[in-house]
């Protein structure tokens, strides 16, 4: 049983480009969320997506968007990148119903 | 709000000492905790949940926590570590808010075992 896969596993973006992170929950999930973890620093939470509408979201800003696939797997886009953009970004994923998370392995956003 | 703290930032052990890893949360309603694990350059690994029933709560790789909820204190034990065990520790609050959950995370608690 395959659990929580994230892509790509690293990433260099330039101040002002976009970024698009991709998210496969574990088998049986329908619920993503997303967390931003800068170098240091516990997880925050960004976003949580259940039946492809975003549900609950974080103190981020609108440049931080996101979306979930019929599949339950989810992207997270991020606009106008900032140095301060980065950060390791995670995935989790949970039965609706479940109040814990399984986390994928991160994608590590480098932007110069 | 509820916000969680971690008492230390850092830990070192020496191989086969006990270890407590102290956590603290605030909140005015019921919650819902966890301990995660995070080895270098990996995701977070859940080692541990109280949910409800027993303040004592067993997890993988010989952890258990104990939940108190007069102290709101849900803190981390191994009675004996192993140098795998040096990684960052994270204790989360599972806030219920408009009927959907997320994670509150604290800033972490870095153990380190030394031979």
């Known amino acids: 049983d395959a659990g929580v896969t994230q892509s790509p596993t690293h990433l260099i973006k330039t101040r002002g480009q976009q970024v698009t992170l991709r998210c496969s929950p574990k088998?049986?999930?329908?619920?993503v969320s997303w967390y931003q973890q800068a170098l240091g620093q516990g997880p925050q939470f960004i976003f949580q997506?259940?039946?492809?509408?975003?549900?609950q979201r974080g103190n981020f800003p609108d440049r931080f968007s996101g979306h979930q696939f019929p599949n339950y797997s989810s992207e997270l886009n991020v606009n106008a990148l900032l140095l301060g953009d980065s950060a390791l970004y995670l995935c989790?994923?949970?039965?609706?119903?479940?109040?814990?998370?399984?986390f994928g392995p991160g994608t590590r956003l480098t932007v110069t | 709000a509820q916000s969680v703290t971690q008492l230390d930032s850092q830990v070192p052990v020496f191989e086969e000492a006990p270890v407590e890893l102290r956590c603290n949360y605030s909140?005015?309603?019921?919650?819902?905790l966890f301990w995660y694990v995070q080895y270098p350059n990996q995701g977070l690994q859940l080692l541990l949940k109280?949910?409800?029933?027993?303040?004592l709560v067993k997890g993988i790789n010989g952890f258990e926590a104990e939940f108190n909820k007069s102290q709101t204190s849900f803190h981390l034990r191994k009675p004996s570590v192993h140098i795998s065990d040096t990684a960052e520790y994270f204790c989360?609050?599972?806030?219920?808010?408009?009927?959907?959950?997320?994670?509150?995370f604290g800033a972490g608690t870095r153990l380190a075992v030394h031979p």
């Open positions: 989790a994923s949970s039965e609706d119903t479940a109040y814990e998370q399984y």
């Open positions: 909140s005015s309603v019921s919650v819902y």
């Open positions: 989360a609050v599972n806030r219920i808010s408009g009927g959907y959950n997320k994670l509150i």
């Open positions: 109280y949910l409800s029933g027993s303040t």
């Open positions: 088998s049986g999930h329908d619920t």
């Open positions: 997506y259940y039946e492809e509408e975003e549900r």
